[in-house]
């Protein structure tokens, strides 16, 4: 499962005087689900585009199955793709819709009927045949979207932002679906969204997005525990930061509030005794006192304390920072209270130093 | 309230009367051609006429052709503007306008001149030539209200997204017009063919102009010279264009509902 089946290579695209997108590679295996997740504006959908042929990079190419189709029109690449606002054919039926694609291609009818079927009993909606868009819910016709992108067997499906138009619940069932449907076909994905929860759920990759650029690409696990650059750290997941001032290169210590941390060898980066670093931890690498194993202590206070059902967020004050952190809610034991002196502890392995 | 509710009324009787009572008389007087007691003797001596049945096929065949026009221009026009030059559309709106600014002799006389059998193009030099030029200006002067309805018809819909989904899908430029655009602007596409219908069937100066047998002039040429009959003529061209227009109001009930509705 490591042969590549999508590559971008170098791509910009500039609209005018305004770059969009730079200088973006990626590599995507067969049968890989890659999400594109970035705040809104930073140009996945732009690069999508690239990648189904509406637009045309400005320098770059791009390669489907070892082939260059840069220059190819949409309609010659065998793309599915499901869009934000549906765009179902309204003047056609659900099952008319699902067939479009393979009329188009010139298929017999009794095969392209048995086609349609297999694909409505795929999204669940075998009965809804008939009815036209108008009649479905948004999570529907969301559905048949997919139905009708998969139904001529693409050898690459996009997804700009499927899940946004719909409401919370529906979005997460829908999430699942899609994943386990890509997962039954073992078509090569590309998602777009701007929702962490997302990316983080469905993919085996992400690529995260700014300005353009691709930031950072890796597997859900390394974006949120081993960010690469300070945009990722805060974009995706909560992140606590504290400012340290470097008081020893040689053995990377770092003075934070009143007590030194000693970090990972390397952690520096080449940052010199006096400079200001910012720290930063998620809320799962902290606890409330002391624990084995975690070797960084900081004194604090308690400032928010929020009960949560399972989990209780507890709000804590380092100096002039604030971190975050989880506890597990006991029934045997009291509730941390607002106002009491504590002490955090983490490990040194943990803290990201962001540049 | 009260009083502004009896002037609503007020107006909507003048109105109303300002525009029945001449239909009525109308309708009364072409009932009278028999001395002494109403009859369709009008109606029947005008329908009975040859050149009535003449004239009325040819306009009706013109409008045909003229509607055929109209739509192969105006619908692959309009959904461009709307996919690719939106930036435009004030333009073509303003171009589309200009038939109703510039009279019909005007462009009926710069016909004359244009395409006269020594032009090089003389399409009036035979009289199919003329038939077609005759087409096209009928076309013309319904630009404005078939480009408006087919523009408010595309509205209704997302343009570029279902032309990205049929085109993702494999479609070409002909595939994507024949099967999603037009299907979906046909109810605003009928309504803008019968508006060139009732344009077409009682049109004169072009048609006069051009000396074409076509229904126009023979009403007027009735009209000069007969009693009753043009009373008979007139009513029957106002059922045939309220005709078109009632056709126009069932068909919009039909019109494909948007399922862009995210719930
Ligand atoms: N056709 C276009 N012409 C000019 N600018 C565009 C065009 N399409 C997108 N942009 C600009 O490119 C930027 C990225 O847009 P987009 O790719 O849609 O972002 P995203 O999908 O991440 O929200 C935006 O600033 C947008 O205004
Ligand atoms: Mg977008």
């Known amino acids: 499962m490591s042969e590549t089946f999508l590559s971008i290579q170098g791509v910009r695209k500039a609209f005018g005087q305004t770059t969009v997108v730079t200088d973006f590679n990626l590599d995507v295996d067969r049968g890989e689900f890659i999400s594109f997740l970035g705040p809104s504006g930073c140009g996945k959908t732009t690069m999508l585009r690239m990648v189904a042929g509406f637009e045309e990079p400005s320098a770059g190419r791009i390669m489907i199955g070892g082939k260059d189709v840069t220059n190819l029109k949409p309609n010659q690449r065998n793309i599915g793709m499901v869009f934000q606002a549906y765009a179902l054919f309204p003047n056609l ?104 929860e997302e990316a983080l759920s469905m993919s085996d990759r992400i690529v995260v997005m700014y300005d353009g650029r691709a930031e950072q690409v890796g597997s859900p696990f390394e974006i949120y525990n081993r960010p690469s650059t300070k945009f990722v750290a805060n974009f995706v997941g909560t992140l606590n930061v504290l400012d340290g001032v ?76 604030a971190v975050s952190l989880d506890t597990f809610n006991s029934p045997t034991s009291p509730p941390p209270v607002v106002g009491e002196e504590t002490e955090i502890s983490f490990s040194a392995g943990d803290v990201l130093v962001l540049h | 309230m009260k009083v502004s509710r009896f002037w609503a009324w007020a107006t909507f009787i003048v109105g109303a009367a300002y525009f029945f009572i001449p239909l009525i008389a109308t309708l009364e007087f072409s009932l009278r051609m028999r001395r002494g007691e109403y009859s369709f003797d009008a109606y029947r001596v005008v329908l009975g006429d040859i050149r009535f049945q003449e004239t009325f096929g040819y306009s009706v065949i013109i409008a045909c052709f003229t509607i055929v026009l109209g739509v192969v221009l105006v619908v692959p026009t309009a959904y461009w503007i709307r996919l690719r030059m939106p930036h435009l559309r004030p333009v073509v709106e303003f171009i589309t306008l200009l038939p109703l600014i510039i009279p019909a002799i005007v462009i009926v006389f710069g016909y004359i001149r244009m395409y006269g059998s020594n032009s090089p193009i003389p399409f009036l030099g035979s009289t199919r030539g003329t038939d077609v030029l005759l087409i096209i200006g009928y076309a013309t002067l319904a630009l404005p209200y078939m480009y408006r309805a087919v523009d408010t018809g595309l509205r209704t819909i997302d343009v570029r997204t279902l032309t990205e989904a049929a085109q993702v899908h494999g479609a070409g430029w002909t595939t994507i017009i024949a099967r999603i655009i037009l299907p979906n602007v046909l109810i605003a596409v009928l309504s803008g063919a019968f508006l060139t219908f009732a344009i077409v069937i009682g049109e004169f100066t072009m048609a006069s102009l051009l000396n074409r047998p076509a229904f126009g002039p023979y009403l007027q040429n009735i009209g000069a010279n007969r009693a009753y009959e043009p009373a008979a003529l007139a009513v029957i061209a106002f059922a045939i264009t309220w005709g078109c227009m009632s056709v126009i109001q069932v068909l919009s009930r039909f019109a494909p509902k948007s399922a862009n509705n995210p719930n």
Request: hydrophobic share 45%; charged share 25%; aromatic share 4%.
């Open chain 1, 246 to 321: 470097v008081s020893n290169p040689a053995t990377a210590t770092v003075r934070v509030n009143d007590r030194e941390i000693t970090l990972k060898k390397g952690a520096l980066n080449g940052a010199k005794a006096g400079d200001t670093l910012s720290l930063a931890l998620r809320p799962e690498a902290i606890v409330l006192g002391k624990q084995a194993g975690r070797d960084s202590t900081l004194g604090g206070k308690i400032s928010d304390v929020s009960f949560l059902g399972s989990v209780i967020r507890v709000r804590v004050g380092v100096g002039k920072n």
């Open chain 1, 93 to 196: 039926t659900v099952a008319q819709n699902v067939a479009f694609g393979l009329k188009v291609a010139g298929m017999p009818k009794a095969e392209a009927d048995a086609r349609v079927a297999e694909m409505l009993a795929i999204i669940k909606l075998p009965d809804f045949g008939e009815r036209y868009p108008y009649q479905l819910s948004g999570g529907q016709q969301q559905r048949v979207a997919l139905a009708r992108a998969l139904a001529p067997k693409p050898k690459l499906l996009l997804l700009d932002e499927p899940l946004s138009a719909l409401d919370a619940k529906v979005r997460v069932s829908l999430r699942e679906e899609i994943r386990s449907i890509q997962k039954k076909l073992g078509i090569t994905t590309i998602f777009v969204t701007h929702d962490q």
